[in-house]
């Protein structure tokens, strides 16, 4: 079973950094593609970054590259999005999701955690 549970949001001001968590309480985690999502204030949900199996490959959306970074921990089955640099367009809730499949960019994914909410106030 595969349960995905989000922290880290918050309210920062522009310039800021935040760190993001999702903990995944499969046992599995290490199979699993993961990924960062994000919808902000009456928007549609979008791909922010991804990493694969081993955490060898990354992807972002052109929106945060250079700024964000997606890194994992297998051993605390533990995926992370470090924010830095932040700005008011960043505010959204932030979604983490899995999947089995290792392609990291086509596809939907299979697990979603809750969510967690970031501001990023101007």
């Known amino acids: 079973q595969v349960q995905l549970v989000e922290s880290g949001g918050g309210l920062v001001q522009a310039g800021d950094s935040l760190r993001l968590s999702c903990e995944d309480s499969?046992?599995?985690?290490?199979?699993?593609?993961m990924a960062w999502f994000r919808q902000a204030p009456g928007k549609g949900r979008e791909f922010v970054g991804g990493?694969?199996?081993?955490?060898?490959?990354?992807y972002y959306a052109d929106s945060v590259k250079g700024r964000f970074t997606v890194s994992r921990d297998n051993a605390k089955n533990t995926v992370y999005l470090q924010m830095n640099s932040l700005k008011p367009e960043d505010t959204a809730v932030y979604y983490c999701?899995?999947?089995?499949?290792?392609?990291?960019?086509?596809?939907?994914?299979?697990?979603w955690g809750q969510g967690t909410r970031v501001t990023v106030s101007s």
């Open positions: 990493i694969s199996w081993g955490g060898g490959h990354t």
């Open positions: 499969g046992p599995t985690f290490s199979d699993h593609t």
């Open positions: 999701a899995a999947k089995k499949s290792p392609v990291v960019l086509i596809g939907s994914y299979d697990y």
